[in-house]
């Protein structure tokens, strides 16, 4: 669906298996396709944090995890 310089064909949408003719669709379409594409964008977006999220998480149990070391645990309650 994109339109790079060295490829001057017209933009084409792929949906269900489907091609459409971009240029050709209605403006009510294109909105809904462009707000498809933002949602799209902020799903990575937010998958991206997630990722980033569970990284610090996991640095911080290790840290945990090396300080309680040092610490003596309580006894099991038996």
């Not at 339109?3 to 459409?20: H, I, Q, W």
């Not at 240029?23 to 949602?39: C, F, H, S, T, Y």
């Not at 003596?72 to 309650?77: G, L, T, V, W």
């Amino acid at each position: 669906m994109t339109d790079s310089s060295a490829n001057k064909s017209d933009p084409v949408l792929t949906f269900e298996g489907k091609r459409y003719d971009l240029n050709a669709l209605p403006d009510e379409l294109k909105e809904l396709i462009r707000g498809m594409q933002v949602a799209d964008a902020q799903l990575r977006m937010h998958e991206d944090t997630l990722k980033v999220l569970a990284v610090g998480r996991q640095t911080l149990a290790m840290q945990l995890n090396e300080k309680l070391k040092d610490v003596s645990p309580m006894p099991d309650a038996s």
